[in-house]
């Protein structure tokens, strides 16, 4: 039977008010506006009743004397949700779907909202098994309500929106960065945004700290979406697209008792999709509704599934063939496959709540969120996927034990999508380089690979890398050695490498056969071969753009300091941050830095001494700034830390001679219980000229 709209009701287009409605006043502004479109309102003492459901939004219902008349809700759209949500398409949407009687109708839009009809009903409670069978029928029917075209001519907008998020995450996004310029913020990329609201040190940005809260390089997400985008076409095109409501949990489906209909609402989330997903997204969301769901005890069984499904094909008008048993659990395993990617919808959009609307976070931890309930979960689910790419964790456990994991029973319609591959567990020790040992002809299309090593496990990943070729991306953290390090140099598509070495056991040669073609390293070393480690990897990377070192865990002789002697050259190094710990200053330690690094436009330096006396602030001034002050932006920071720091009142006034329009000094001291503390910054910045 074809869905027809509802011919006992009249349709129109609501009413725009060119107006912005303050959230907080509503229950002044909101009978005005009403009384725009119920004129016979304006006499009327109105009753309130605030919604408080909605995440992203404001909605207050008002209520009229007469129980015979309907109530409205007008709602205020959360601050900047329209970069978010596109607001003309839901609107669109809903004008379309009330006249079939699936959705509110709106009366009236105004700048940052709507006003619309209240339907009765409870929300629903899914542990409420009676309720499957109405929400099922209520589902199938919204599915099957008549496109502008034919199912078959509709292409599902999953991809879009998501690259629709990432491009707000990292900064590529027009109409956000003329918002930032407009609210005079720093439009210096969405990552740093993020990172100073999940609390972060980030100044300046560096890969360790994003990539270390959120386990994921938001990077990769571009590379992930065109992957996933070709597998849904070539493996997802028999199933139909319609348009789906997208945001399926429990508060968005009203029950109302007394007349045994099932409504659906709030549709900001709604695009063409695969009808797939609105259930899976459904059954996701029995975990609850809390920033901490709990997916494991809380999802429904396989057999509620397929049951649900089986209620759900029975109503569904646009599938012209229903489908028979078999069909039906194949459907049940197709629509699991689409848990991934809920999970990374979902954790996008949390992300970007936190961003974009932070004063929110005091009401939900949309960061907790975004990376423990969903981005983990999407790591971890995707490997059930037949039909997607894998980013596959690899621990011993009782219910992934070490010989299932390793051994050789992975077909390779799964070994050969692998895109990334890491432990569970970064603290502790995995058997990824066990797995490596046994599949990696057949890895060819691992980009990513995180992974703590051990003994005879570096010598395992050493023959291995080499052979990786489609890797872009490794973390290690290990005790390295020769042959790791020229493995390392040996990847031909390594871009990015970010690794974590403690003291070598055997010793480092400077030369090798290999050059790598990397551009992006951040390294942090606990040794005392450190000029080893580092000239070997520097002097065979000449594509280097990026760099971050750390090594406060030891000390830098004078022989170690990397511009100490000419033992390599960065010709494309634009961007360099270093922080370490040394009871050496010498006049000369930069002395080689603009030979090394000829093209180097910006700098970090945190440099901490156990003592402070005025031959090591002439160093700073007279020898160390005199070649740092070229640079376009420059940022020195000399920290000394002791029980027994002696100052004189001639140091601080030294850094006088520095300051300028464009140069910057500041000399900070403090006292804890163990310690006093001075604290040396000299900054230059491209934007102080």
Known sequence: MTLKPNASQS??????????????????????LACLV???????????????????????????????????????????????????????????????????????????????TLVPGDQIDVDDRKIDSPLAAKLAAFHSVPSDGSNNEKK????????????????????????????KSSATGMLDTI???????????????????????????DDDLHQIKSTLKQNWSDIPVVLCHNDTLSRNFLFDKQTNTMYMIDFEHSFDNLYLYDIENYFVEFAGLSSSPDWSKKYPSRERRLNFISEYVKHADFLHKKPGADELEKLCDRCHCLLPLTHLYWALWAVLEAMLNPEALSEFDYVNYAKNSRLNHYFDDILTSNYLLFNVRLSKTDRNPLEYSVQPYWPQSILNRIISLRSVNSTQLSHVSEFLRWHFIQLIQLKSLTVKLCGREVSVLSSVLPQLHSLDYLAIKCTPNQQLLNAILAVPSLNTGRFRFSRPITSINIHSDNVSQMKVLDIQLEDTSYGFVMTLLLSHMPNLRWLQMNNYDTYIKNQEWLFFDSLFTLPQLHTLHLK?????????????????????????????????????IDHAIH???????????????????????????????????LQNEVVKTKWKEQTSLRYRIVEISICKSITSK
């Open 623 to 657: 020898h160390w700034w005199p070649i740092l002050e070229t640079l376009e932006q420059v940022n020195l920071t000399i920290t000394c830390r002791n029980r027994h720091l002696i100052v004189s009142d001639q140091m601080s006034s030294m850094l006088n001679e």
């Open 195 to 221: 990172k100073i609201t999940v609390g972060l040190q980030s100044s300046p940005p560096s890969l360790d700290s994003i990539e270390s809260f959120f386990e994921y390089s938001f990077a990769q997400l």
């Open 38 to 116: 119920k004129s016979d309102w304006i006499n009327k003492k109105l009753s309130f009743k605030e919604l408080t459901d909605g995440l992203s939004n404001q909605m207050l219902a008002m209520f009229p004397p007469s129980h015979d008349e309907q109530a409205l809700i007008i709602r205020t759209y959360g601050k900047n949700s329209d970069l978010i949500v596109d607001r003309q398409a839901e609107i669109r949407n809903m004008v379309k779907l009330s006249q079939y009687d699936m959705a509110n109708e709106v009366l009236a839009t105004f700048n940052n909202g709507f006003l619309y």
């Open 580 to 616: 370490c710990l040394s009871n050496y200053s010498s006049p000369v330690v930069f002395q080689n830095f603009h030979r090394n690094l000829p093209a180097v436009k910006h700098a970090n330096f945190g440099l901490n001494f156990d003592f402070i006396h005025e031959d090591l």
């Open 11 to 32: 349709y129109n287009q609501p009413v725009h008010v060119d107006i912005e409605l303050d959230a907080a006043d509503l229950r002044t502004s909101g009978p005005r």
């Open 156 to 183: 599902s907008q999953l991809i879009e929106k998501l690259d629709h998020y990432v491009h707000l995450l990292n900064g590529t996004n027009s109409q956000l960065r003329h918002r930032l310029e407009a609210m």
